[in-house]
C-alpha cells in the first residue's frame, strides 16, 4: 500500500526554466508534508514543509503547493539550477505518528546547463 | 554535514551472517529513527526511539533489531541476512518526537553476496 507516490521517476529541465515535481498522497491523516532532497552517496537533506493548514509555502527559489482536495502537492523550483540535480523526496506525516515519514519512491531531477 | 553520524559506510557481507549497523544523532537529539531504502524504491520507516526507549515500529523484520544506549546512539542489529537485505539504511535523529524535519545521516550500503 504506497501512500505517498511519486509519479515521475525523472525529470529533465533546462538551466533557468521551472521545474515542477508532484507527488499525491491517500492517507486522508496526513497533515504535515516536507520535500527532501538526495545528492548521490548522502542522506537526505530536508528542503521545504508544509502543514495542511496552509496551502503555499515559499523559501527563495522553492515553493511548495498543497491541494488537500486532491491530495496532492508540489514543488516547484524557478529558476532551476545545474546543482538542483538530484533526486527529490516527497514525504507525509500524521498527527499521531510524530515525525515517522512516508516516503514517496523518488523523482529524479536533472537540470540541463 | 547534517551532524548524524553513522558507521560503517559500506558493509558486504554473506547470507546468513549478522551486522551491526550504528548511529550517532545530532547533538542534543533525543529521537533516533532508521529506514531502509531498497533499489530504487522510497525510504522504508523500519523503527524509531526516543531516549533509549522504543517508541514506533514500522516494516521491520523479526531478523532485525535495534536499540538506543544512555548516550543516546542506536545499533541495528540484522541478522540470518538474506540477498533481498541488500539496501541503504539511514538513520535520522530529531529534538523531540513531535513534527520535526528529519535529519539523515549519509546512510550503510549493505551488499549480502
Not at chain 2, 41 to 50: E, K, N, R, T, V
Request: hydrophobic share 30%; proline share 5%.
Amino acid at each position: 500500500d504506497q501512500q505517498v507516490k511519486q509519479n515521475s521517476p525523472s525529470l529533465s529541465v533546462q538551466e533557468g526554466r521551472i521545474s515542477i515535481l508532484n507527488c499525491d498522497y491517500t492517507n486522508s491523516m496526513f497533515d504535515y508534508f516536507l520535500w527532501y532532497k538526495k545528492y548521490p552517496a548522502e542522506g537526505p537533506t530536508f528542503l521545504i514543509s508544509i502543514s495542511s493548514i496552509k496551502d503555499k509555502n515559499e523559501d527563495g527559489r522553492f515553493t511548495v503547493f498543497l491541494n488537500k482536495s486532491a491530495k496532492h502537492l508540489s514543488l516547484h523550483i524557478v529558476p532551476s539550477q545545474p546543482g538542483d540535480s538530484a533526486v527529490y523526496f516527497c514525504a507525509a506525516s500524521a498527527e499521531t505518528s510524530g515525525s515517522r515519514l512516508t516516503f514517496g519512491e523518488g523523482t529524479q531531477l536533472t537540470v540541463n546547463p | 554535514d547534517s551532524g548524524v553520524t553513522q558507521t560503517p559506510k559500506h558493509l558486504i557481507t554473506a547470507t546468513g551472517q549478522r551486522v551491526t549497523l550504528r548511529c550517532s544523532p545530532r547533538s542534543g537529539d533525543l529521537s533516533v529513527y532508521w529506514y531502509q531504502q531498497s533499489l530504487d524504491q522510497g525510504l522504508q520507516f523500519l523503527i524509531q526511539y526516543y531516549n533509549g526507549e522504543e517508541r514506533a515500529k514500522g516494516n521491520i523484520l523479526e531478523r532485525f533489531s535495534a536499540q538506543q544506549f544512555p548516550d543516546l546512539h542506536s545499533e541495528l542489529n540484522l541478522s540470518s541476512l538474506e540477498l533481498g537485505d541488500s539496501a541503504l539504511y539511514f538513520c535520522a535523529s530529531t529534538p523531540v518526537p513531535e513534527n520535526s524535519p528529519l535529519h539523515f545521516g549519509n546512510g550503510t550500503r549493505l551488499t549480502v553476496t
